[in-house]
């Protein structure tokens, strides 16, 4: 039987001063076949070989805090999915935006890989491309096991971004690579003004930070963190794919 890699894509970025939650009719979503078509990994996957799930693909534009409604019907899909495919499935990729909130809930990434983690077990490796302006807690790391972040700002590399999540996955369910995820948290927050890949600081953040992925290091994701997501774990962190 041929192994297979569910997919799935939720992005929208939370600003907690916005008086307008964001709601189910503010994603754009694609299903089945659409959402095939607008994945840049799934020709990857296919190549090497491995049957793909869809599941939901869903954008919007930023918001307040998604209503904790709208949350669970864009988890449903993923979730059911894993359920359903569990014994076909080989790995996972979820693109997220990594500064989603929910309301009473917090971190929506947390909650979808922590749903998918409970139904899979630790070991189905999870791939993860973010955002470079994701606010994450700690929990994550045990959630996860690649993650890689846009470089730049303008987010230009989002599509290589993805690309680079979905080839360490196949490294790893090829046997060449056995990642492990390391969170660094920078007790700072950066101001938007300050986050543009193209000028300082960050050019020399950012460059150094793709300087380091050599050898073990499989994936350096720098996140400076969304500066308007009113969260206790909101600051900017390092996460290191390494073997």
Not at 93 to 120: K, P, Y
Request: aromatic fraction near 8%; glycine fraction near 8%; hydrophobic fraction near 45%.
């Amino acid at each position: 039987m041929k192994k297979k890699i569910l997919i799935g894509s939720i992005l929208c970025e939370t600003n907690s001063f916005s008086p307008s939650p964001g709601t189910e009719a503010d994603f754009t979503i694609d299903r089945g076949d659409a959402m095939l078509d607008a994945c840049p990994v799934v020709p990857i996957f296919e190549a090497a070989g491995f049957g793909v799930v869809p599941t939901i693909r869903a954008h919007a534009l930023p918001s307040g805090p998604v209503t904790a409604a709208t949350y669970e019907a864009l988890r449903a899909p993923i979730l059911t999915a894993a359920a359903e495919h569990k014994d076909e499935l080989a790995g996972v990729w979820l693109d997220l935006h990594g500064a989603m909130e929910v309301e009473s809930l917090g971190s929506g990434e947390l909650g979808f890989l922590q749903g998918v983690r409970s139904i899979l077990g630790p070991a189905i490796p999870i791939a993860v491309p973010m955002d470079f302006h994701a606010s994450l807690p700690d929990e994550i790391v045990d959630a996860c096991d690649i993650i890689t972040a846009y470089k730049t700002a303008p987010h230009e590399d989002y599509i290589d971004t993805q690309k680079r999540a979905g080839d360490l996955l196949l490294a790893r369910l090829q046997g060449r690579v056995e990642p492990r995820l390391l969170m660094i948290r920078i007790p700072a927050i950066v101001d938007g003004n300050f986050v543009l890949t193209g000028i300082s600081p960050q050019k020399e953040i950012m460059a150094y930070i793709a300087e380091q992925e050599t050898g073990d290091i499989l994936s350096n994701a720098f996140f400076a963190c969304q500066p308007w997501v009113n969260t206790p774990y909101n600051s900017a962190t390092v996460f290191v794919t390494y073997q």
